[in-house]
């Protein structure tokens, strides 16, 4: 995955000489989050020749260890022209992005996008939302990381292109992601449709309850949910099978 800045930035001009550098970009997002914004409020980006870099705003200071940026594949950008608007899938992606596989190295670790419907699955959990979007044929790609760049990105056009979804976020912000050539899981025979009736709840106050209760139970897998709703209200409880 790669994110491309095709002009340059607003603000002031670096000062120094040219420099390449490749960090550990969640750590440096985190660090540049919590900082204050506003006018007088820069930062300073020290290369000490000791395979670090300081970067210091005001008078914090955090050290970081370079990545050897010679091993970096660098991908230039592309050819914006001929792309199809695809904001839906950019504010859906995150409704479905949870049920990936983290640490899979396969398809379980992305999204499936069939033109009518945004997929993911762990294995364990499927989450499905339908959703309109540019494909020729059906794509997974790995989107997970990108996630909440999509969010909150203005006008998103994409492309499927030698193996690659590429994304066009904004005006001036691009971005390539792989696409997983292997096939994607059968699912359509999972999910049920049923159903013999629904009950509509706040969804806000459920999954703060949920997350309470996981919160005990962070180390098992698969937890027994049992939910049960009589009249107005309803009651949870969650079975961890390991210690009872």
Same mark, same amino acid.
């Given at each position: 995955?790669?994110?491309?800045?095709?002009?340059?930035?607003?603000?002031?001009?670096?000062?120094?000489?040219?420099?390449?550098?490749?960090?550990?970009?969640?750590?440096?997002?985190?660090?540049?989050?919590?900082?204050?914004?506003?006018?007088?409020?820069?930062?300073?980006?020290?290369?000490?020749? #000791?395979? *670090?870099? /300081? =970067?210091?705003?005001?008078?914090?200071?955090? %050290? @970081?260890?370079?990545?050897?940026?010679?091993?970096?594949?660098?991908?230039?950008?592309?050819?914006?022209?001929?792309?199809?608007?695809?904001?839906?899938?950019?504010?859906?992606?995150?409704?479905?992005?949870?049920?990936?596989?983290?640490?899979?190295?396969?398809?379980?670790?992305?999204?499936?996008?069939?033109?009518?419907?945004?997929?993911?699955?762990?294995?364990?959990?499927?989450?499905?939302?339908?959703?309109?979007?540019?494909?020729?044929?059906?794509?997974?790609?790995?989107?997970?990381?990108?996630?909440?760049?999509?969010?909150?990105?203005? #006008?998103? *056009?994409? /492309? =499927?292109?030698?193996?690659?979804?590429?994304? %066009? @976020?904004?005006?001036?912000?691009?971005?390539?992601?792989?696409?997983?050539?292997?096939?994607?899981?059968?699912?359509?025979?999972?999910?049920?449709?049923?159903?013999?009736?629904?009950?509509?709840?706040?969804?806000?106050?459920?999954?703060?309850?949920?997350?309470?209760?996981?919160?005990?139970?962070?180390?098992?897998?698969?937890?027994?949910?049992?939910?049960?709703?009589?009249?107005?209200?309803?009651?949870?409880?969650?079975?961890?099978?390991?210690?009872?």
């Amino acid at each position: 995955r790669q994110v491309v800045r095709t002009s340059d930035s607003e603000g002031l001009p670096p000062e120094g000489p040219a420099r390449r550098w490749r960090l550990p970009s969640s750590v440096l997002a985190s660090f540049l989050t919590s900082l204050p914004l506003g006018a007088g409020n820069y930062v300073k980006f020290i290369d000490g020749g #000791d395979s *670090s870099i /300081r =970067v210091r705003s005001g008078r914090t200071v955090v %050290k @970081l260890r370079m990545y050897a940026p010679e091993n970096y594949p660098l991908i230039r950008a592309f050819d914006d022209d001929n792309m199809a608007e695809a904001n839906d899938m950019a504010s859906k992606l995150a409704m479905v992005a949870w049920s990936t596989d983290k640490k899979a190295q396969n398809v379980k670790a992305g999204v499936h996008i069939d033109g009518d419907q945004l997929v993911a699955t762990d294995g364990y959990t499927l989450a499905a939302i339908p959703c309109r979007a540019p494909v020729t044929e059906p794509v997974t790609v790995q989107v997970t990381s990108l996630a909440t760049l999509l969010k909150a990105a203005s #006008d998103v *056009s994409l /492309r =499927v292109s030698e193996h690659q979804l590429q994304l %066009k @976020l904004d005006a001036e912000t691009q971005a390539t992601t792989r696409v997983y050539m292997e096939p994607y899981p059968k699912w359509h025979g999972i999910r049920r449709d049923n159903y013999v009736g629904h009950v509509n709840v706040n969804r806000g106050y459920w999954v703060e309850v949920i997350q309470r209760m996981m919160t005990v139970i962070s180390q098992e897998k698969t937890p027994h949910l049992t939910m049960t709703v009589e009249g107005s209200s309803g009651t949870i409880i969650m079975d961890m099978r390991a210690s009872g």
